[in-house]
């Protein structure tokens, strides 16, 4: 896919309306409505990858119970999987059978999100971010050191 229509697709999924849906979803949880609107904005990134790369994902945490609260509104999922996909996507959390684990198919996921958008994605929205983008501590023995030195990176 070209970059301007990578860009087309990625602009028509951000305009799709998810207000009744995070209304819903912050009363039921009892969250800021702007907390809820950062899980829209990575539910959104998450169904553009997939669209993008044709691609099985992982997903998990509090993302995976905001998607789960949007298929529960069938209506909406239904016209958001038409708008965006073209057709219904349906939620394996078995992974789907293809012989790739769940937790491999979310770490692509990750480094995907990573390569694309060019940050990592949020640690407070995405479990594991944190530990496999946070900068690594370097360990050293240079002529000063008679243990493993530390440095920070």
């Known amino acids: 896919m070209h970059i301007s229509e990578q860009k087309s697709l990625l602009e028509m999924i951000e ?15 009892g969250l800021d409505p702007l907390a809820v609107k ?7 990134r998450y169904f553009f990858l997939i669209r993008l790369n044709r691609s099985q994902y992982g997903i998990s945490g509090v993302l995976d119970e905001y ?3 949007a298929i529960l509104r069938t209506q909406f999922y239904h016209d958001l999987c038409e708008a965006v ?3 219904y996507l349906h939620h394996q959390p078995d992974g789907g059978g293809d012989g790739e684990g769940v937790d491999m ?9 990573r390569l694309y958008f060019g940050e990592p994605p ?6 594991l971010s944190q530990e496999l983008f946070a900068p690594q501590p370097v360990f050293s023995r240079g002529p000063q050191c008679i243990a493993p030195c530390f440095w920070a990176a």
């Open 67 to 69: 998607w789960h609260a």
């Open 15 to 29: 305009h799709q309306d998810f207000s009744e849906m995070n209304a819903a979803f912050a009363a039921q949880k």
């Open 122 to 127: 949020p640690f407070h929205i995405w479990p």
């Open 85 to 87: 996909f073209g057709q």
């Open 105 to 113: 198919r979310y770490v692509r996921f990750l480094v995907d999100y």
């Open 38 to 44: 950062a899980l829209e904005k990575e539910l959104k």
